[in-house]
């Protein structure tokens, strides 16, 4: 049986719904393990163009079973509306191609406002949350005060664990933020609206998978962000609040008997960051803009301007150890035609000394990019479907980073598209 995880490698955002689509043709299911609605996996194909939060990203597969994993911050309002966005475009949603972990825990109206409240208090050392409650959805979680989806199929015992929870909430909602409280009616109306139109979808995804790991089916695991906002390995206290590594697959996905065969890790041609935290290669005024414009960066869950800057080789080579990538999915090249000199961030200078390793998150602040250039190409290559078709300086920028980060680019992605892709 030959298992996947499609992993990010840097902060997010490097192209991880464009290679789930593409590569889902080749796997029975797909899996979200971790992460909830704070980050966006683009996706562009025959239905057109998706931005993803919740639903993996395989969904779009004729035959493909997609799971949301008992790892994931399930957030019943947001699901359920990006369901009727799926829906509207014409991808068939039922009970046989979307399952819901009924172990997955909810995430609940207050921790959304808990998030905004927090990063209010924070000011100007606020962590750059997307405010949609994660932070304060995990902590809740590892306290043992959230609700399993498989709790909406109970419904008595749902209404009185709803009680004690809205209790216990609304202590600190009212008492340390001073905000309004929650109402038993608030949380009914929040059950009937969103919590009942998903119920069907949420069963126990441990006997499916087991079944279906007896039977020889191909599993893809889907990660959100990438392995710089990982919780235990990221760039401490700037990440999210889950386990974004593949290691983290099995046990997020109800399946901890997996067996990863395969860590497909995706990384950017440049640099690329949403939020805040010490971001060491970030390119400013009009060099940034002009990046930025080229390759569209804007969030796909906030709108917000993404940071940007040149492919930084400190941060992708510890991106792929931690990541233990077996291969390595380079996307977005063709957005670099414009330049006619690549720039990149190879080393950095850590108190005075040159480095190639990634530093402890304390010190990444004081941290300065070392520069070199190559060659650019200034010329379209979104057309190019073969390795040896793309300009000799478009394959040194390539081979440059594979003999960099130590791990072989099997793909290269130049242009949105399912079909944009030299495979190598």
């Given amino acids: 049986?030959?298992?996947?995880?499609?992993?990010?490698?840097?902060?997010?955002?490097?192209?991880?719904?464009?290679?789930v689509d593409l590569l889902t043709q080749d796997y029975d299911i797909v899996i979200r393990y971790q992460g909830g609605g704070n980050a966006g996996h683009t996706v562009i194909n025959e239905h057109g163009k998706f931005a993803l939060h919740l639903l993996p990203s395989?969904?779009?597969?004729?035959?493909?079973?997609?799971?949301?994993?008992n790892g994931v911050a399930l957030?019943?309002?947001?699901?359920?509306?990006?369901?009727?966005?799926?829906?509207?475009?014409?991808?068939p949603l039922t009970p046989e191609n979307l399952k819901i972990s009924d172990r997955a825990s909810l995430l609940l109206p207050w921790h959304r406002a808990l998030d905004g409240l927090e990063e209010a208090r924070l000011a100007?050392?606020?962590?750059?949350?997307?405010?949609?409650?994660?932070?304060?959805?995990?902590?809740?979680?590892?306290?043992?005060?959230?609700?399993?989806?498989?709790?909406?199929?109970?419904p008595e015992?749902?209404?009185?664990?709803?009680?004690?929870?809205?209790?216990?909430?609304?202590l600190t909602l009212t008492k340390v933020y001073g905000a309004d409280p929650v109402t038993m009616e608030d949380l009914?109306?929040?059950?009937?609206?969103?919590?009942?139109?998903?119920?069907?979808?949420?069963?126990?995804?441990?006997?499916?998978?087991?079944?279906?790991?007896?039977e020889g089916k191909k599993i893809l695991f889907e990660a959100q962000l990438g392995a710089l906002r990982d919780?235990?390995?990221?760039?401490?206290?700037?990440?999210?609040?889950?386990?974004?590594?593949?290691?983290?697959?099995?046990?997020?996905?109800?399946?901890?008997?997996?067996?990863?065969?395969?860590?497909?890790?995706?990384?950017?041609?440049y640099s690329t960051c949403v939020g805040e935290g010490p971001f060491v290669c970030e390119m400013f005024g009009s060099e940034a803009d002009a990046l930025r414009e080229a390759g569209f960066?804007?969030?796909?869950?906030?709108g917000r301007p993404r940071r940007v800057g040149p492919i930084d080789i400190v941060a992708t080579r510890y991106g792929v150890q931690v990541q233990a990538a077996t291969n390595i999915a380079l996307t977005k090249l063709d957005v670099l035609s414009y330049l006619e000199k690549i720039p990149i961030c190879a080393r950095y200078l850590v108190d005075g000394k040159e480095t190639d390793e990634f530093p402890f998150p304390a010190v990444l602040a004081s941290a300065q990019p070392v520069m070199e250039y190559m060659d650019g190409w200034k010329c379209d290559i979104s057309g190019v479907r073969r390795w040896e078709d793309l300009p000799e300086a478009a394959r040194k920028y390539v081979e440059y980073i594979e003999g960099q980060i130590g791990c072989h680019i099997g793909y290269v992605s130049v242009g949105p598209e399912r079909d944009s892709i030299i495979i190598r």
């Fill in 1 to 19: 049986m030959a298992n996947a995880a499609i992993v990010g490698i840097n902060w997010g955002d490097e192209g991880k719904g464009r290679m």
């Fill in 58 to 69: 395989g969904i779009f597969r004729s035959g493909v079973v997609n799971i949301l994993g």
């Fill in 75 to 91: 957030d019943p309002e947001n699901l359920w509306l990006e369901m009727q966005e799926v829906i509207a475009k014409g991808v």
């Fill in 124 to 154: 100007d050392k606020k962590f750059g949350s997307t405010k949609q409650g994660i932070a304060p959805f995990y902590s809740d979680k590892y306290s043992k005060k959230t609700v399993l989806a498989g709790e909406l199929l109970h």
């Fill in 157 to 170: 015992h749902l209404k009185e664990h709803l009680k004690d929870l809205l209790d216990w909430k609304n």
């Fill in 188 to 214: 009914e109306s929040w059950l009937d609206t969103y919590c009942e139109k998903i119920k069907p979808y949420i069963c126990d995804t441990g006997v499916f998978l087991r079944k279906a790991q007896a």
């Fill in 231 to 269: 919780l235990d390995y990221g760039i401490h206290p700037y990440t999210t609040s889950s386990n974004a590594i593949a290691a983290y697959a099995p046990v997020g996905s109800g399946l901890p008997s997996a067996k990863i065969d395969e860590v497909i890790g995706v990384v950017k041609a």
């Fill in 297 to 302: 960066e804007y969030g796909a869950k906030t």
